[in-house]
């Protein structure tokens, strides 16, 4: 909906940086975030969570086994979720040498003993870099960190990213409902996308699945639909209602790594009448992960207006060419 898009400020067919460019550099390290700035990213992703004294950093998981060395170096705590540990404390993980271990030709001795990095940092890229790309910004699990959407709001305001000529700029983001309330309630004003994953409860799981005795879940999946009309639009309308601009739903993708998500793989959440009900009721959509030439272009074709990747650089060479 370029319509949309441009009312918002924000770009048609937006290419969303995905924890930065973690196709080429350790996920949410600063040469990430940095090569997702020189490739032209649209917008410089990040999930937000906040430690124990208060600072906002960029992290995905829920702990930091996959991605840093925390079991060397806190043995005992491993397990422990972020907001148990200091800024102090989590200054001293190597959150680079796993990328190194798991991608050896994409390797870099630079990458070696690369640190988390802060909210402020990702931002300070971001202001630094030609082409000023956006911050797209999501709130994980909020019971984790009651109040983390005002500190976020301090932060933004601090900085000036909530200016009105900031417009666009900043889009948030969450799986959580609770959370897009109280987003939207602390930050009426900034776009908000709700992401829209397959084990939201519109989706029956592998245990609830009405399929055949014989049939696998892929194969339950590629008989039928994976949400109704009448779901699907329930999801929308409650985006609607509680201030989202649109949604952020998963799609079909040809690369994974991960078995955990490759369970999700075949459950497209971005159909083409999916997209359509989406524009007619006014949503955008910016749909996660595409890391493929082929997937990019076909959810470009179908009317998607941004989407999130691993892979800037793909993704603005593929929509420039083709
Ligand atoms: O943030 C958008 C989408 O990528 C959500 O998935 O788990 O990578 O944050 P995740
Ligand atoms: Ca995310």
Redesign the pocket.
């Known amino acids: 909906d370029t319509a949309l898009s441009e009312q918002l400020g924000m770009a048609d067919h937006a290419v969303i940086a ?2 930065g460019d973690s196709y080429n550099a350790p996920e949410s390290t600063l040469p990430a975030y940095q090569l997702a700035c020189e490739v032209g990213a649209d917008y410089l ?1 990040l ?1 937000l969570q906040r430690t124990k004294d208060g600072k906002l950093i960029a992290v ?1 998981d829920d702990n930091l086994k996959r991605n840093t060395n925390i079991e060397t170096v806190y043995p005992e705590r491993a397990s422990d979720p972020v907001n148990t540990f200091t800024w102090a404390e989590l200054e001293k993980l190597d959150a680079g040498s796993w990328y190194n271990q798991a991608y050896p030709e994409r390797a870099r001795e630079s990458f070696r003993g690369l640190k988390l990095v802060t909210l402020d940092q990702v931002r300070e890229i971001a202001e630094g870099c030609a082409h000023q790309p956006g911050l797209y910004i ?1 709130t ?1 699990v909020p019971e984790f960190f009651p109040g983390i959407e005002e500190d976020l709001k301090q932060d933004l305001t601090q900085h000036g990213w909530l200016d009105k000529d900031a417009k666009g700029k900043v889009i948030l ?1 969450t ?1 959580n409902k609770s959370s897009l309330e109280a987003l939207q309630d602390v930050m009426p004003n900034v776009p908000k996308i709700l ?1 829209l994953w397959a084990g939201d409860g519109y989706i029956p799981t592998k245990d609830s699945a009405p399929k055949a005795d014989d049939e696998s879940y892929a194969q339950y999946y590629a008989r039928q639909e994976v949400a109704s009309k009448a779901d699907y639009a329930e999801w929308l309308d409650y985006a609607k209602q509680n201030g989202a601009i649109g949604v ?1 739903p998963s799609g079909t993708q040809a690369n994974f790594d991960d078995a955990w998500s490759s369970q999700f793989s075949y459950m497209d959440l971005a159909k083409t009448w999916m997209v359509d009900m989406s524009h007619e009721k006014g949503l955008l959509m910016h749909m ?2 595409l890391d493929d030439r082929e997937d990019m272009i076909r959810y470009r074709d179908r009317g998607v207006d941004g989407f ?1 990747t691993n892979r800037p650089n793909m993704a603005v060479k593929t929509l420039t060419d083709s």
Do not use: A, P
């Open positions: 995905h924890r992703e999930d995905h999501e994980k983001q799986f992401l952020g996660y992960t999130f």
